[in-house]
């Protein structure tokens, strides 16, 4: 696979309408309040990143995002249509989202090709079409060496590959990204950035990825937002973040460079 990190490559995306839209986003687990008034808008084709520290709302965004949670208040948006009330499973199959979290992700007993295939056979009802399906993925991230290899046996990278391919064996319009560059080393760290890349040029999805990894994000977005305490304290483009104030305040540190 080429090359394809961004060098804060900079895309407009004012004109178009947001795919994803949070309004007034609230969250509370019982008493404690995960999520303040959150507004945040992803446009399609957008990489938008999600920076903050362990608890400060990224994955509980996310899970309000897909249906598992539901926002003690405000509304959630996607193309347009109010999905705040819709089920998980009807809102994902209907608009294209696909989600990989943190941990997990895969049936570790069962090898690459069997994990494809459980999926696949969720989502293309004809056994051909399956199988090229499979046979395509399998190809595109580079996962022909460890095909039959149980996922338990796979590498960290080989993982993450593996959960995105996965991700995509149904049309995806929506990729959401939960921590996918925790643990891994710098080259599969950079593998999956070119991959992730690779899929908003190429298939033209809007991928969304929380990280507590500035530079690693920060690598391949066209935006980025910084959480604290469930609210955004900065946002921007990648060069306009490390340049902020209550950025380097909230997050990055003096002296931080990418």
Same mark, same amino acid.
């Given at each position: 696979?080429?090359?394809?990190?961004?060098?804060?490559?900079?895309?407009?995306?004012?004109?178009?309408?947001?795919?994803?839209?949070?309004?007034?986003?609230?969250?509370?687990?019982?008493?404690?309040?995960?999520?303040?008034?959150?507004?945040?808008?992803?446009?399609?084709?957008?990489?938008?990143?999600?920076?903050?520290?362990?608890?400060?709302?990224?994955?509980?965004?996310?899970?309000?995002?897909?249906?598992?949670?539901?926002?003690?208040?405000?509304?959630?948006?996607?193309?347009?249509?109010?999905?705040?009330?819709?089920?998980?499973?009807?809102?994902?199959?209907?608009?294209?989202?696909?989600?990989?979290?943190?941990?997990?992700?895969?049936?570790?007993?069962?090898?690459?090709?069997?994990?494809?295939?459980?999926?696949?056979?969720?989502?293309?009802?004809?056994?051909?079409?399956?199988?090229? !399906? $499979?046979?395509?993925?399998?190809?595109?991230? /580079? @996962?022909? %060496?460890?095909? &039959?290899?149980?996922?338990? +046996?796979?590498?960290?990278?080989?993982?993450?590959?593996?959960?995105?391919?996965?991700?995509?064996?149904?049309?995806?319009?929506?990729?959401?990204?939960?921590?996918?560059?925790?643990?891994?080393?710098?080259?599969?760290?950079?593998?999956?950035?070119?991959?992730?890349?690779?899929?908003?040029?190429?298939?033209?999805?809007?991928?969304?990825?929380?990280?507590?990894?500035?530079?690693?994000?920060?690598?391949?977005?066209?935006?980025?937002?910084?959480?604290?305490?469930? !609210? $955004?304290?900065?946002?921007?483009?990648?060069? /306009? @973040?490390? %340049?902020?104030? &209550?950025?380097?305040?909230? +997050?990055?540190?003096?002296?931080?460079?990418?």
């Amino acid at each position: 696979m080429s090359i394809l990190i961004k060098k804060f490559r900079i895309k407009s995306f004012k004109e178009e309408k947001p795919i994803i839209d949070l309004k007034d986003l609230s969250i509370h687990y019982g008493n404690r309040q995960i999520v303040e008034r959150l507004n945040l808008s992803i446009q399609k084709s957008e990489i938008c990143g999600l920076l903050g520290p362990n608890g400060a709302g990224k994955s509980s965004i996310y899970h309000c995002i897909i249906g598992l949670v539901k926002p003690s208040y405000g509304k959630i948006f996607i193309n347009g249509n109010d999905v705040t009330d819709i089920p998980t499973h009807v809102r994902c199959s209907k608009y294209g989202i696909s989600w990989v979290p943190q941990y997990g992700g895969s049936w570790a007993d069962l090898t690459v090709f069997e994990n494809l295939l459980a999926i696949a056979e969720l989502h293309i009802k004809n056994k051909e079409e399956r199988i090229t !399906k $499979i046979n395509n993925l399998i190809r595109k991230f /580079e @996962l022909q %060496n460890v095909i &039959k290899l149980k996922s338990k +046996y796979l590498s960290g990278g080989q993982v993450r590959k593996l959960t995105l391919a996965m991700a995509m064996v149904k049309d995806t319009k929506i990729l959401i990204l939960d921590e996918p560059f925790a643990a891994l080393d710098p080259q599969s760290v950079r593998m999956i950035q070119q991959i992730i890349v690779s899929l908003q040029m190429f298939e033209r999805i809007s991928v969304s990825i929380s990280d507590h990894s500035s530079r690693d994000l920060l690598s391949c977005v066209d935006n980025a937002m910084i959480l604290s305490e469930g !609210k $955004i304290v900065a946002k921007g483009t990648p060069q /306009e @973040l490390v %340049n902020n104030t &209550k950025a380097i305040q909230a +997050y990055f540190g003096e002296g931080f460079k990418i």
